[in-house]
């Protein structure tokens, strides 16, 4: 060997590359961390009750009673009229109405 090898040569057997443990190919792995339940999606509000006068008119959602520009949860209450309350979320409207059915 020569005079340069000399000091790569001790690094490379003083820090030994690490080898992977045996393990058996049929065993199935363990599972690493536990599985987190799926997330329940978030419940749409609910519609209970419209009072209509013209700019002044108020809806009762969720037992919040709200005027148009409102907000609650995360929503805005965009317009109330004899169809129902549209509300904006993240980008989307919805329309709620009294025929809605509360689903549970």
């Known amino acids: 060997m020569t005079h340069w090898l000399l000091p790569f040569?001790?690094?490379?057997l003083a820090f030994p590359a690490k080898a992977e443990?045996?393990?058996?190919?049929f065993q199935r792995?363990?599972?690493s961390r536990p599985v987190a339940p799926a997330a329940t999606?978030?419940?749409?509000?609910?519609?209970?009750?419209?009072v209509l006068g013209g700019a002044r008119s108020l809806a009762n959602i969720d037992g919040h009673?709200?005027?148009?520009?409102e907000q609650f949860s995360g929503y805005t209450v965009l317009?109330?009229?004899?169809?129902?309350?549209?509300?904006?979320?993240?980008?989307?409207e919805l329309l709620?109405?009294?025929q809605d059915k509360d689903v549970e």
């Not at 040569?9 to 490379?12: H, I, M, N």
């Not at 999606?41 to 419209?50: C, D, F, G, I, V």
């Open 79 to 92: 317009r109330i009229d004899a169809r129902g309350a549209l509300l904006a979320r993240a980008g989307s």
């Open 96 to 98: 709620l109405t009294m």
């Open 9 to 12: 040569t001790a690094l490379l």
């Open 29 to 31: 792995p363990a599972a």
């Open 21 to 25: 443990p045996l393990r058996d190919p």
């Open 41 to 50: 999606p978030e419940k749409a509000p609910r519609l209970r009750a419209l």
């Open 65 to 69: 009673v709200l005027a148009a520009g």
